[in-house]
């Protein structure tokens, strides 16, 4: 039987066989159904939206008809009638309308809230009158009927308005200032954009008005500050600008409402500014306009009268915090400008601080909070603190913002003051006395330990957005910390207020023994890598991320931070192995020499010309150097390293050594000068010849002699650096102040102090002492401005340089004498050196990395240079001496180190040069010398003098068995100053 069987009827056909097409039939049935439902659904939906619409647009023009016709039959007797139908006819220039409600207005008594509705109508449609009269006839109604009845409308949209016609007519301008006191929010939110003619036209016609209104937006600020603070940092720039402009219009009023108004507004710009031309991030360029605003804010005057007024009002301390923060975050950023507006408030700071004393107030208000004491733990128990919400809570509490702003202002107004005051000074009036200051010391010491090794512990998640800023303000101070710490540990080496074990860290949970572990994490840093900040904070290099425990992080960030608290010894054993690893990764066994000839005669340039232009790792190869004496002949000699010694002291003597007979040898150029006690810096002349050329562009100081000035800079650097490179000790000595130069990373540049002055010249030192002193009679009969004039050494050329930007038209008096006196310091040991100084340390920093130099302060670098001013230890020589053909029970040997001992530090020194072509004892001891010092016994024949292999620090000494003969001899021969030609 044929079970696929079809049969057909009159209206369908039926397939009782293919089941699968059936399915299918009846999905597309179904669906087309459901869409069918659907359209049909739309269709209702739309009909019945059309059916509203028409409904509402037929309402709105019978409404519109019957606002028309009720308006054209108005009898000016109903105010209701008058609310309902103006919307309409608000358009036209009828004024008969308005004239009949200003009638009504001043006959009938409304109710309020008639009154306020048809005050509503008016401020909506007044934005659509027809012409200038209409808005102001308007206009002139509504303040009738506010000055009649007690209106409650919101006026800003009226103020909005009249803002943007305010030029059309007197009225408007004076109803925005009329009603200042109902829509501040309206006028404010308008001056948060620039509004220069406004400001003009609103100071010329009614400044007291204005004025005034200014002051009820403050109360508004004050009172709605989160709406305040929701304004971008542009919009609240603007408006401080507008502000400004318009109070300094006269003498800035100082009440407590506008201390607390500025200190919201100029607090929550949180942007940097930009005053210079070259971008600077995430910046507010400031315009020269809106920068003679700024400036006003800085400006003594100003500063000086909130002083005054707090210290009239008794305001409490924190509204005083607030202000002067808020004025220093405003120019925390680097940049020349944010730099002097930041010094001009410090030192009105400072001053003000002998008769208000309220550096110790702050250090009261710091030390009485719970937080004080807890940091003193938070160095010894990083991770149970870190851990412990008990203690999240106290460090990200709120209620706490205050007590980290006072703590970055006194540490702001101690680094300023450190900078210009002498350190008899430092414990005067107003200042922490010597017990709160080192309580004070011992604190930042804590804090920043903690903070340095809580930076992979501290790092809180889920922050709400106030314990975010305080996070903020945690690291922000961290860095400002770090920079005054050192420079309070700079100052106590000077000092001596504690000892030495207050500033090293003894605990061996953190010991430096095995510094090696460190070597290959500080490799990984590249060249151009500094530790440094980032966006405010530290940044964690390289070698900290890929450590293989906390200790060793541990010990490379202070290392890298706080390297202070770190023995000399270990650092300076540390900066040996990464030379050492820098070494083996440069050159081998079959590494090529650089040759060269260099003439006695002439060292210096002959070896400028010989290796000025070579690179950094170039350099650091060994050398092949061959002397030619004064008879125009070769040296004996095979460079074995010791001639390179040799190369490198002869070029220290020539270039650095500052004499007349130098500066002849060299052409008349001298490089270096020296200070009062005879340590070096770089010649200011090159830059006071720039400025002398600046100032008469025909004085003759040609673009070849500059380029050869600063290429030899570089080439004394790369020199200096490869004497450290290869551990030869020089007797040079550098001044503190350029030395500073050597050890500052970008992110952590140390002021120049006035007391480094006294290194620089005593005498300049102690007459500027003297000025501080003076009476403000006395300064003013001085005559000085904010200049300084130089004499070229080389000419009778003077040259005048301004200390400030406009410093001839800035006078010299009680008020700034602090700041003139740390100009004249940074002039002279900072600016007429940067240039030179920069070259210079660019040769350095090609051979020794300055994060390497960056462990050492500028004492302990002198010390690595010269090896320090310590005697030669005989005994330590002896330990370390490789002998041959001797024994040390041989006569001759035991005679030499007995008169080794006789002899004083300056014939010792003599000795070590004529064996080792360098008179300074390794800084580590003589087992750094490599080769090791050695004695050879060189025959029986006693006529011979005793000679030298310097290359191999290797004494030939004859066997005399007679200490009379042998001393001699001895002397002879370490006093002849020859070279290689003695053997």
Not at 343 to 371: G, T
Not at 469 to 492: C, E, P, S
Request: charged content about 25%; glycine content about 4%; hydrophobic content about 40%.
């Amino acid at each position: 039987m044929n079970t696929n069987f079809t049969g057909s009827t009159r209206k369908r056909q039926v397939n009782l066989g293919n089941r699968s097409l059936f399915a299918k039939n009846k999905q597309s049935f179904l669906q087309t159904t459901q869409l069918e439902r659907q359209r049909r659904e739309r269709a209702r939906i739309e009909a019945r939206a059309a059916t509203t619409i028409q409904s509402y647009a037929r309402t709105y023009l019978d409404l519109q008809h019957a606002r028309r016709k009720l308006g054209t039959n108005w009898d000016g007797t109903s105010v209701a009638e008058f609310n309902f139908f103006w919307p309409e006819l608000a358009g036209t220039r009828d004024h008969t309308y308005l004239d009949r409600l200003e009638h009504i207005v001043q006959t009938q008594q409304l109710s309020p809230s008639t009154a306020c509705k048809t005050v509503r109508t008016l401020i909506e449609t007044i934005p659509r009158s027809p012409d200038t009269e209409f808005a102001k006839k308007s206009l002139q109604v509504v303040l009738s009927l506010a000055q009649k009845y007690p209106v409650s409308v919101d006026w800003n949209p009226l103020v909005k308005y009249l803002l943007t016609v305010y030029t059309e007519d007197p009225l408007f301008l004076a109803t925005v200032f009329e009603l200042s006191s109902y829509a501040s929010e309206g006028i404010l939110r308008f001056l948060t954009a620039p509004q220069p003619e406004f400001v003009g036209f609103a100071l010329s016609h009614n400044y007291a008005l204005l004025r005034k209104s200014i002051e009820l937006q403050f109360e508004w600020i004050c009172a709605h500050r989160p709406l305040f603070e929701n304004l971008t940092d542009t919009e609240k720039f603007d408006y401080l600008v507008n502000v400004v402009t318009i109070l300094s219009h006269s003498a800035i009023a100082i009440t407590k409402l506008s201390i607390e108004a500025f200190s919201i507004i100029i607090g929550g710009i949180s942007a940097k500014l930009q005053f210079e031309d070259e971008p600077s991030g995430h910046a507010i360029f400031v315009s020269p306009e809106a920068r003679k605003q700024i400036e006003k804010l800085y400006a003594s005057d100003f500063t000086k009268s909130v002083i005054r007024q707090c210290e009239v009002l008794q305001v409490e301390t924190d509204l005083f915090v607030s202000f002067f923060f808020a004025l220093l975050h405003l120019v925390s950023t680097k940049g020349n400008v944010n730099q002097l507006l930041k010094n001009e408030l410090l030192v009105n700071l400072i001053v003000a601080s002998s008769s208000m004393d309220f550096m110790n107030q702050f250090f009261r208000n710091l030390s009485n909070e719970h937080l004080f004491p807890q940091v003193f733990v938070l160095a010894e128990e990083r991770a149970h603190f870190a851990n412990d919400s008990e203690f999240r809570q106290t460090l990200l509490d709120p209620q706490k913002e205050n007590w980290w702003k006072t703590l970055f202002l006194l540490e702001e107004l101690y680094s300023y003051l450190l900078c210009v005051s002498n350190d008899a000074d430092l414990f005067n009036q107003g200042r922490l006395d010597e017990e709160n200051y080192l309580y004070f010391v011992k604190f930042l010491r804590s804090f920043s330990l903690f903070y340095v090794l809580g930076r992979r512990i501290v790092q809180y998640e889920d922050l709400s957005v106030s314990e975010a800023r305080i996070l903020a303000f945690f690291k922000n101070i961290g860095v400002t910390t770090l920079k005054l710490l050192k420079q309070i540990y700079l100052r106590d080496l000077r000092m001596n207020l504690t000892d030495e074990d207050f500033w090293l860290l003894r605990d061996p949970e953190f010991s430096m023994r095995n510094v090696s572990k460190l070597v290959p994490l500080l490799e990984m840093d590249d060249d151009d890598e500094e530790a440094g900040e980032e966006d405010g904070e530290l940044s964690l290099p390289t070698g900290v991320l890929q450590a293989s425990n906390t200790q060793l992080q541990d010990n490379l960030l202070i290392l890298i931070y706080l390297p202070f608290m770190i023995p000399f010894d270990t650092r300076a054993e540390l900066f040996r192995q990464l030379i050492e690893k820098d070494k083996s990764q440069i050159t081998g066994i079959f590494s090529p020499k650089i040759q060269g000839v260099v003439s006695r005669e002439n060292v210096l340039f002959d070896a400028f010309e010989q290796f000025g232009e070579l690179r950094g790792q170039q350099f650091k190869l060994p050398l092949s150097v061959e002397f030619i004496n004064q008879f125009g002949e070769k040296e004996a000699g095979i460079d074995g390293g010791g001639l390179t010694k040799e190369l490198l002291t002869s070029i220290v003597d020539s270039a650095f050594y500052v004499s007349n007979s130098n500066a002849d040898k060299n052409g008349g150029m001298r490089f270096f000068n020296a200070t009062s006690n005879f340590q070096l810096y770089p010649n200011p002349d090159y830059f006071l010849k720039l400025k002398l050329q600046q100032q008469n562009p025909s004085y003759d100081f040609s673009s070849e002699e500059k380029t050869f000035h600063l290429q030899m800079l570089r080439f004394l650097g790369m020199v200096i650096g490869k004497c450290l490179y290869e551990n030869v000790l020089t007797d040079i000595q550098f001044a503190p102040f350029f030395l500073s130069r050597w050890t500052n990373t970008p992110s952590f540049q140390q002021r120049i102090s006035f007391d480094d002055l006294k290194i620089y010249d005593s005498e300049l030192h102690e007459n500027l002492s003297k000025l501080l002193k003076l009476t403000e009679h006395e300064i003013d009969d001085l005559d000085l401005n904010f200049t300084i004039s130089e004499k070229l050494q080389d000419s009778s050329e003077v040259v005048t340089i301004d200390l400030l930007p406009g410093g001839r038209k800035m006078k010299v008096n009680q008020q700034n004498k602090l700041q003139y006196v740390y100009c004249v310091a940074k002039f002279k040991m900072d600016q007429s050196i940067a240039i030179q100084s920069k070259y210079f340390i660019e040769g350095l920093s090609q051979i020794i990395k300055p994060k390497w130099l960056s462990f050492f302060n500028a004492y302990e670098l002198a010390k690595l240079i010269s090896g320090g001013e310590k005697e030669i230890d005989i005994e330590d020589l002896r330990r370390n001496t490789a002998l041959g053909g001797y024994t040390m029970h041989d006569q001759t040997i035991v005679y030499l180190f007995e008169l080794l001992e006789e002899f004083d530090n300056d014939l010792r020194s003599k000795f070590l040069k004529f064996v080792t072509s360098s008179s300074r004892e390794p800084l580590l001891g003589f087992k750094e010398l490599n080769p090791k010092f050695g004695i050879r016994n060189s025959g029986t024949d006693t006529s011979r003098l005793p000679t030298a292999s310097t290359c191999v620090n290797l004494l030939k000494l004859p066997d005399y068995r007679n200490k009379k003969l042998l001393k001699e001899k001895l002397l002879y021969s370490i006093n002849s100053h020859a070279g290689f030609d003695l053997s």
